[in-house]
């Protein structure tokens, strides 16, 4: 593994050429040396998941929707497994909008 010293002349351009090799230990070196933070907070990750969700949601009642419509449209004795098929989909906004409560808290 290389020293600091010999990461700070291969930055500084001191080092004309290195073997792959040792241009990888640089690299775990400067790895090492960087932040551990995360790279999403809690708070950012619960909003990504309740944006897909919706995403996903949306997605879904498109389908859905259009086919129960043209379902209702032929048959009236239809529209409560419509209604119920065009319902479902929303569980998931549902279940991604409870992780804005769940994650957060978890930390």
Request: glycine residues 6%.
């Amino acid at each position: 593994m290389p020293t600091i010293e010999q990461f700070d002349r291969v930055r500084n351009g001191t080092v004309a050429t290195q073997p792959y090799t040792t241009m990888i230990d640089n690299l775990a070196l400067a790895l090492q040396q960087a932040s551990s933070s995360p790279a999403l907070t809690p708070k950012a990750a619960a909003a990504i998941a309740v944006g897909l969700g919706a995403l996903a949601t949306g997605y879904a009642q498109r389908g859905i929707g259009s086919a129960a419509i043209g379902a209702v449209a032929e048959d009236d004795d239809m529209f409560v497994q419509a209604l119920i098929f065009t319902a479902l989909p929303e569980t998931l906004i549902i279940i991604a909008f409870v992780t804005i409560f769940i994650v957060p808290s978890a930390y």
